[in-house]
């Protein structure tokens, strides 16, 4: 009993000190994170990093005028400093961002040291009510990120294809009821193999260049995408094959034409299942040779029960570990949240996870968040997923190009975690009743 008087009042020590730094304002801060104080004490030691990361990084810009790397060094300080409640040193940074767009290169000179004084005195008196702190620190600025497959190794996940709801599962069951899932993700290898192959011969009877071999080649592809359940386009490539085959080039021609368009797109839909990394079990419980064995009925009934029980994925993408770490902390509850601090990275991840809604920053290093919308969208599966900006930057101009470009919604920083989660859930809601998740 003893030691754990002594570690409450240790405990109590370190908040009382919190309240005592100047310039902070506790109760702005745990506002952000639904009041969680261990949530807060972690992004207090982020902010730590993070200040140490702005004075070397930001004086090597300005030293070499790179105020676009300079700007994107003080914006990320900025949105850190206003999350955990420090607002007058956040303004400072703002004026400091201001500045920079502008190329003010006197007035960042003149005000980046002092600035850079107030946060190293704001960083010490957050490390001294550290030590009167009884919890080992954890290591603040390390974001858990998805571990790329080093081989590169690629699997079909039927999951998307269920959740796209592109393919005729049931009919193909039907047709084929011994079907086993192995027997069904053959099917979709033969038609990776060969997919590209229609696409180029379709083009050369419309082009009226074709031989026996893209009739062969297409009527390999129509047998395929029956037996996969994808038979909304094959009426079409059939009606191509027929004319090609009874020597009505022109007709050929036109239906080929008519086609194109409409196999460029289910080939997309189907091959978005092409994900690469190691699968799990995807919440199965069972090894997946022991899922690819079972009859394709049981895996889609199993699948189904996953993918209405999983928790909703969502992918935060921000360069500021302050910012990964609030938004974990008032998702991380009812969501299943990846972070990802390095823009570069989000291809590679959206190769392998499929998720539910994107959280996007707009100011960051390599690749900004305005740029980050189309390699987005250039997934068949995310055509249609939420994004929602989040940033300081809520000017009309921002919200507008943002929009245009596709995203949902947006919020400004630094936010209040109820304004995070309803957005959030309202977005998500309308995704699922749009695909017909509920």
């Not at 079909?156 to 993700?185: C, E, H, W």
């Not at 260049?209 to 079409?236: F, P, Y």
């Not at 499929?354 to 969208?377: H, Q, S």
């Amino acid at each position: 009993m003893d030691s754990e008087k002594e570690e409450a009042d240790l405990s109590e020590e370190f908040w009382k000190a919190v309240e005592q730094i100047e310039g902070l304002s506790l109760q702005t801060g745990l506002s952000r994170v639904s009041g969680e104080r261990e949530d807060y004490k972690e992004l207090l030691q982020l902010v730590t990093k993070e200040i140490e990361k702005c004075a070397k990084n930001a004086k090597n810009f300005l030293f070499i005028k790179d105020f676009k790397n300079f700007r994107i060094e003080v914006h990320g300080i900025k949105g850190s400093l206003a999350n955990i409640g420090a607002a007058q040193l956040s303004s400072k940074a703002l004026e400091l961002e201001n500045a920079s767009f502008k190329e003010d290169e006197a007035f960042c000179s003149a005000n980046l040291p002092p600035f850079l004084e107030a946060l190293q005195k704001f960083k010490s008196d957050i490390t001294e009510a550290f030590t009167k702190d009884n919890a080992v620190p954890t290591k603040a600025g390390e974001q858990d990120e998805l571990l790329l497959d080093a081989d590169g190794n690629k699997y079909f996940d039927l999951a998307t294809l269920l959740i796209m709801g592109d393919v005729d599962f049931q009919g193909v069951i039907k047709k084929n009821p011994s079907i086993r899932v192995s027997d069904y993700l053959y099917l979709l290898l033969k038609f990776d193999n060969i997919a590209a192959k229609g696409v180029d011969s379709l083009d050369r009877i419309a082009n009226r260049e074709a031989d026996d071999n893209d009739v062969k080649i297409l009527t390999d592809i129509t047998d395929l995408l029956g037996n996969l359940g994808c038979t909304s386009v094959i009426s079409l490539i059939e009606n191509t094959i027929l004319a090609g085959k009874k020597g009505h080039t022109a007709f050929a021609s036109d239906c080929a034409k008519k086609a194109q368009g409409d196999y460029e797109r289910k080939q997309a839909r189907i091959l978005a299942s092409k994900k690469e990394g190691k699968p799990d079990d995807g919440g199965r419980g069972s090894s997946r040779e022991n899922f690819e064995a079972l009859p394709l009925k049981d895996a889609l009934e199993q699948l189904e029960m996953v993918e209405t029980t999983r928790k909703l994925r969502v992918l935060a993408v921000d360069d500021s570990p302050v910012m990964l770490s609030t938004i974990n902390s008032v998702l991380g509850g009812e969501y299943k949240v990846y972070s990802m601090p390095k823009p570069s990275m989000v291809e590679s991840f959206l190769r392998q996870i499929t998720p539910d809604l994107i959280l996007l920053d707009y100011e960051m290093p390599e690749i900004n968040g305005f740029e980050l919308v189309p390699i987005i969208r250039n997934f068949e599966e995310l055509k249609e997923t939420p994004i929602i900006f989040i940033t300081s930057m809520g000017t009309i101009e921002h919200i507008s190009a943002a929009t245009v470009l596709g995203a949902r919604d947006f919020i400004v920083k630094p936010f209040q975690a109820d304004n995070l989660l309803k957005k959030v859930a309202k977005h998500i809601v309308r995704k699922k009743i749009k695909t017909g998740g509920f």
